[in-house]
């Protein structure tokens, strides 16, 4: 996007869920860049002596910073670099041995995630929560020792292993691209090796009376809906304001129910559901729903056919949108960003307790492996990229492991005694 970079215009420019880069045309290299989250940094882009397209960033803000003073600090520094100076090398050097971890986080490595909008918040998030010890520490200073003696008392505060290792593993790519910019000679955590998890894996999953209850709490809701609908509008026309539109029993009211049977039907993930476009549905012949490699948490697209229900319910679904791109749209067409409240209440309507959206991922697997699928074929269903992931899944119900040794059992052959 290309403008004159205003108070007024970094003001009313929303964000949205990818980075938005502002080009000043008064002086040709300033930048304002919109993040995700609504921060607003300033910056330059400009070509090295090879021709390499960089982009360095002012270390500076709106609107703590004003528009005026961040275009005259880029314009000096585009100066200097018309003169054959370098800022980017000449940041790094000064910054090698002495750059903070959270500095490092919040600054030039941030900025580096937040070109993957779908995780870079959370990934933020989970880092500065789970290092904040480490908050002031120069990245030149944490080493394996350092790391392992924090890993050993995590162990010792009972955080399980498989949670202290994915903890772990958000920080070592932090280090591998400090490494590669020149900060650090080498990675730290090169000779930290993941905790072994000896802990059987926990799959939660829905019973069958669960689900009866699950799917009745479901119905319920849209009937309270419905009634509260035709109250209020009783209520309306009353006194005379234009009623709201009907909710027919023959229409879902809004984007639960149909998520829900699209999820326990696909084990498709929430990210994936949210941001699961029309273009990628197909409810003609042989119905099915396309996770494109972008959406997918491993990065490969996959296929997922779509049984009677999930077809019933996105047919259903679709009949009553609008022009949408996405299928199950937020406010003003954007992606839903919570279902908290929404799933909570439910849950607590069927009495159902410790299950996670993400568990109807769980129960679409467990019962593909109650109904005897190969673990391969959940596999791919699941988007896993290997077979170890599957087995996490592959958990049968103990009515179904007894009833399977229960097959085994023969008629006794009846014995007389001898005369």
Known sequence: ????????????????????????TDVRGFLARITPSGAINY????????????????????????????REEARTLLGSIAQGNGPAADKKARQAGRLTLFQFIEGDYGDHLRHRPKTADSTIERLKKCFVKFKDTPLSDLDAKTINSWRAARTKAGIAPSTINRDIGALRPVFSRAVD????PTNPLAPVKPLKNTADPLVRYLTDDEETRLRAALISREERDRVARTKTNAWRIKRKIEPLPELPHSHFVD?????????INTGIRQGELTSLTWDRVKLDGDASIFISGNAAKS?????????????????????????TALVFPGREGNP?????????NLL????????????????????LVMASVDLNTVRELLGHGDLKMTLRYAHLAPEHKAAAVGKLVRPMTPTTDEA
């Open 255 to 263: 984007y639960l129910h149909p998520a829900v049977l699209l999820s």
């Open 336 to 344: 839903i960003t919570e279902v908290k409240t929404a799933w909570r």
């Open 1 to 24: 996007m290309k403008a004159k970079i205003t108070r007024e215009l970094l003001r009313d420019t929303k964000p949205t869920t990818k980075t938005i880069d502002i080009m000043d």
């Open 299 to 323: 990065g490969k697209g996959r296929h997922i056919p779509l049984n009677a229900e999930a077809k019933a319910a996105l047919t259903q679904w679709k009949s009553q949108q609008r022009d």
């Open 43 to 70: 910056g330059i882009r400009y070509s090295d002596r090879n021709g390499k397209q960089c982009r360095y960033s002012l270390g500076k803000t709106f609107p703590s910073t004003s528009v005026s003073d961040a």
């Open 348 to 367: 607590a309507d069927a009495e159902i307790v410790n299950f996670r959206w993400h568990d109807m991922r769980h129960h679409f697997a467990s019962r």
């Open 181 to 184: 910019w020149g900060l650090l």
